[in-house]
């Protein structure tokens, strides 16, 4: 059950990147957006050239916990890595040159490994950093950090609510979600 409104998201184009959970998904969609999904194997340049051909994209989402895991040698550097060439591939591929859009970055959860705090920190400084550099082209950026307990509703809901029109004062934010 959602408390937000029918067809809130009708006409919003939303790219998911990183294999956000299936509620996530599911609940854009029910809200009435049109979900895109990044191939999982993104690179830069196929990336561009995805976002350059969907065009109208109003808002990204990309999930770090998924190419986390459990925390493994190199997932912290993996999942930045990948959540910088997915955001600038579709920020300079759609969100830009249309002069408005969301980037919307979900951290790992708390326990998902020795360097989840670290990378919790990394994507909330990215989503700090692009919501002062990209401002000028009407592309805002916030990070969510879901905590151990955080339910997927709870996640889906938060979600749509932030690439909502609700959500476009919100930039350079984090969002706590059920404590650490």
Do not use: H
């Amino acid at each position: 059950m959602t408390v937000l409104r029918q067809g809130l998201l009708a006409g919003r184009a939303v790219a998911l990147a990183g294999a956000p959970p299936p509620r996530v998904r599911n609940a854009l969609a029910g809200l009435g957006a049109q979900v895109l999904e990044l191939d999982a194997a993104l690179d830069e340049d196929g990336a561009r050239e995805w976002a350059a051909a969907a065009g109208g994209i109003g808002a990204l989402v990309y999930d770090a916990g998924s190419c986390f895991a459990d925390g493994a040698d190199g997932a912290l550097q993996e999942s930045l890595e990948l959540a910088w060439v997915a955001t600038r591939a579709v920020a300079t591929g759609a969100l830009i040159p249309d002069g408005a859009g969301k980037v919307l970055l979900i951290a790992p959860r708390p326990g998902a490994g020795p360097f989840a705090t670290a990378a919790r920190a990394g994507l909330e400084n990215l989503a700090r950093t692009l919501s002062v550099e990209w401002a000028r082209y009407g592309v805002t950026a916030a990070a969510v950090a879901p905590g151990d307990r955080t339910t997927e509703d709870e996640l889906a809901e938060l979600v749509c609510y932030l690439v909502s029109p609700a959500g476009e004062y919100f930039s350079g934010c984090l969002f706590e979600l059920g404590g650490p």
